[in-house]
């Protein structure tokens, strides 16, 4: 009679899950790339990081959390749950949890951001000592060593083998219980001693969790929606976004006034224009009402083609009239000049993306495409962008994350990035466009180029428009040569801003 074989539980999450969780989390991590690097390399340190991981997103995101005993859960994954029962116990995580629950992105930010703060410590040693992590993955190996000889023995008692090899396949057994029972007594023994500090290692990241969850959930989706970037965005997007803005406050500084300065600029846009002179010239798909097909009318005398007819419309699938207006054919590309120098950073440097992304938003809008140019010293190479080189103008929040983030610092040099703006304007696809200068004026140019632009300007026939970053010490000397009108941000809060918003 073959011996009765205690076979480990191949199971490393402590928290129950049901399938639409695990599908969520395969979800998440398939779509949000800083998610599945945590977890590639967290799982390079420690063994099962990323049930680690999962059982945190479970922990967030499910209504009412439920435990494994401990006879279920594999002895590897001991190391986890002395983590997570200080979480469990915390007094901050049900406050935490009333952001996150049901919520895919913000328990998906929320597990992203404890991990990373657990990787910090691991890979400091302020958990666990490299001694430690080797103890672990030898626990987690000898779970394997009886599994398999658990596997053999049940398969030698199944098929007519001597009584030699029978006992041979008990005896392996044995000698791998005895292994792993020594090991796994060393590791708890390790983890009892792990101090509290290291214990509360994952508790002490709640600490202003909840605060940034709400915070950065609502400038991820405002940073979205300003940017133009149409649609619903999924998760994972979600999800880098708010790691991007949550992990750098310059970017939510900018985020906030990126979102004043857009709502100022619309509404300037709508007192001048209040509706352009349009002319049909296509049907298109959308939920305008006032553009509707008759077809489109007629459904709304039938219950059953009504009830069709808002479903259509809330999907933006109805028929309807595509306009086209002077104001929309007579405007081209916008080219924006960005200058990225020493003098322009602190306060400079915010102000002067957040009109940027405003133009940005502008320019989607009006279905303009938008070239970015970074510049700073005469060396340094040009930071080129096209934000919305294709489907319909959308913009890509990596690529204006990307704009936003970007600095170079050194000396400035006006006449390089002007000359590239000059040379997009003689491609076909950017002509008729306008080149916006974003700077602090305290460059010089060399008379033979002035004049040299100025017939280059005269020649494409194009306006330049230049903003002076005049909340530090500026100049205007020189955009005066240059600049067909100037104004600064300073003027941006009066009816000076007509001079940039609606005139481009």
Same mark, same amino acid.
């Given at each position: 009679?073959?011996?009765?074989?205690?076979?480990?539980?191949?199971?490393?999450?402590?928290?129950?899950?049901?399938?639409?969780?695990? #599908?969520?989390?395969? !979800?998440?991590?398939?779509?949000?790339?800083?998610?599945?690097?945590?977890?590639?390399?967290?799982?390079?340190?420690?063994?099962?990081?990323?049930?680690?991981?999962?059982?945190?997103? &479970?922990?967030?995101?499910?209504?009412?959390?439920?435990?494994?005993?401990?006879?279920?859960?594999?002895?590897?994954?001991?190391?986890?749950?002395?983590?997570?029962?200080?979480?469990?116990?915390?007094?901050?995580?049900?406050?935490?949890?009333?952001?996150?629950?049901?919520?895919?992105?913000? !328990?998906?930010?929320?597990?992203?951001?404890?991990?990373?703060?657990?990787?910090?410590?691991?890979?400091?040693?302020?958990?666990?000592?490299?001694?430690?992590?080797?103890?672990?993955?030898?626990?987690?190996?000898?779970?394997?060593?009886?599994?398999?000889?658990?596997?053999?023995?049940?398969?030698?008692?199944?098929?007519?083998?001597?009584?030699?090899?029978?006992?041979?396949?008990?005896?392996?057994?044995?000698?791998?219980?005895?292994?792993?029972?020594?090991?796994?007594?060393?590791?708890?023994?390790?983890?009892?001693?792990?101090?509290?500090?290291?214990?509360?290692?994952?508790?002490?990241?709640?600490?202003?969790?909840?605060?940034?969850? #709400?915070?950065?959930?609502?400038? !991820?989706?405002?940073?979205?929606?300003?940017?133009?970037?149409?649609?619903?965005?999924?998760?994972?997007?979600?999800?880098?976004?708010?790691?991007?803005?949550?992990?750098?406050?310059?970017?939510?500084?900018?985020?906030?006034?990126?979102?004043?300065?857009?709502?100022?600029?619309?509404?300037?846009?709508?007192?001048?224009?209040?509706?352009?002179?349009?002319?049909?010239?296509?049907?298109?798909?959308?939920?305008?009402?006032?553009?509707?097909?008759?077809?489109?009318?007629?459904?709304?005398?039938?219950?059953?083609?009504?009830?069709?007819?808002?479903?259509?419309?809330?999907?933006?699938?109805?028929?309807? @009239? $595509?306009?086209?207006?002077?104001?929309?054919?007579? $405007?081209?590309?916008?080219?924006? &000049?960005?200058?990225?120098?020493?003098?322009?950073?602190?306060?400079?440097?915010?102000?002067?993306?957040?009109?940027?992304?405003?133009?940005?938003?502008?320019?989607?809008?009006?279905?303009?495409?938008?070239?970015?140019?970074?510049?700073?010293?005469?060396?340094?190479?040009?930071?080129?962008?096209?934000?919305?080189?294709?489907?319909?103008?959308?913009?890509?929040?990596?690529?204006?994350?990307?704009?936003?983030? @970007?600095?170079?610092?050194?000396?400035?040099?006006?006449?390089?990035?002007?000359?590239?703006?000059?040379?997009?304007?003689?491609?076909?696809?950017?002509?008729?466009?306008?080149?916006?200068?974003?700077?602090?004026?305290? &460059?010089?140019?060399?008379?033979?180029?002035?004049?040299?632009?100025?017939?280059?300007?005269?020649?494409?026939?194009? #306006?330049?428009?230049?903003?002076?970053?005049?909340?530090?010490?500026?100049?205007?000397?020189?955009?005066?040569?240059?600049?067909?009108?100037?104004?600064?941000?300073?003027?941006?809060?009066?009816?000076?801003?007509?001079?940039?918003?609606?005139?481009?």
């Amino acid at each position: 009679m073959p011996r009765t074989v205690l076979i480990p539980p191949r199971e490393h999450c402590w928290v129950e899950s049901d399938a639409f969780d695990r #599908s969520a989390f395969a !979800a998440l991590v398939a779509d949000t790339p800083s998610l599945a690097a945590l977890i590639e390399r967290g799982g390079a340190l420690v063994p099962h990081f990323r049930e680690l991981t999962e059982d945190l997103f &479970c922990l967030l995101f499910k209504l009412d959390p439920r435990w494994r005993a401990p006879d279920e859960v594999a002895l590897a994954s001991a190391f986890n749950h002395e983590l997570l029962v200080a979480l469990r116990d915390h007094p901050l995580l049900e406050s935490v949890r009333a952001e996150s629950q049901l919520d895919e992105m913000r !328990a998906g930010l929320g597990t992203l951001l404890l991990g990373e703060h657990l990787l910090r410590l691991l890979r400091e040693e302020r958990l666990l000592t490299r001694g430690d992590l080797l103890d672990l993955w030898d626990l987690e190996r000898r779970e394997e060593e009886l599994r398999r000889a658990g596997e053999e023995l049940d398969e030698v008692g199944r098929t007519d083998v001597t009584r030699d090899t029978r006992e041979d396949a008990e005896r392996a057994v044995a000698v791998a219980q005895g292994e792993l029972r020594q090991k796994s007594k060393r590791v708890a023994e390790r983890l009892a001693e792990m101090p509290a500090r290291a214990r509360a290692a994952i508790p002490a990241g709640l600490g202003g969790l909840r605060r940034e969850l #709400s915070e950065t959930a609502e400038q !991820a989706q405002s940073w979205g929606k300003g940017l133009g970037a149409g649609g619903r965005h999924s998760a994972g997007r979600q999800i880098e976004l708010g790691r991007r803005l949550a992990t750098n406050p310059k970017l939510r500084r900018l985020a906030e006034l990126v979102g004043r300065m857009r709502e100022q600029a619309l509404a300037l846009r709508r007192s001048r224009f209040e509706r352009a002179n349009e002319e049909t010239f296509d049907v298109e798909l959308g939920r305008t009402l006032d553009r509707l097909l008759p077809p489109e009318l007629l459904a709304l005398r039938h219950p059953a083609l009504r009830r069709d007819l808002l479903r259509r419309h809330a999907e933006g699938q109805l028929l309807c @009239y $595509r306009l086209r207006g002077a104001d929309e054919r007579g $405007r081209g590309p916008m080219i924006v &000049c960005l200058d990225g120098s020493s003098s322009m950073a602190g306060e400079k440097e915010i102000w002067s993306k957040a009109v940027a992304l405003t133009l940005l938003e502008i320019a989607r809008r009006q279905r303009r495409l938008f070239r970015f140019v970074g510049f700073s010293s005469p060396d340094t190479p040009l930071f080129t962008l096209d934000l919305n080189p294709r489907d319909h103008h959308l913009v890509r929040d990596e690529r204006a994350l990307d704009v936003a983030e @970007y600095f170079p610092g050194g000396g400035t040099d006006f006449e390089v990035p002007l000359d590239a703006a000059l040379a997009t304007l003689s491609a076909a696809r950017y002509r008729r466009g306008d080149v916006v200068l974003i700077t602090d004026g305290e &460059c010089q140019v060399s008379a033979p180029w002035l004049e040299r632009f100025r017939r280059e300007k005269r020649r494409l026939g194009f #306006s330049l428009y230049s903003v002076l970053i005049d909340v530090g010490p500026s100049s205007t000397a020189t955009l005066a040569d240059l600049s067909d009108r100037v104004t600064s941000v300073s003027r941006l809060t009066d009816a000076a801003a007509r001079d940039l918003f609606v005139s481009l």
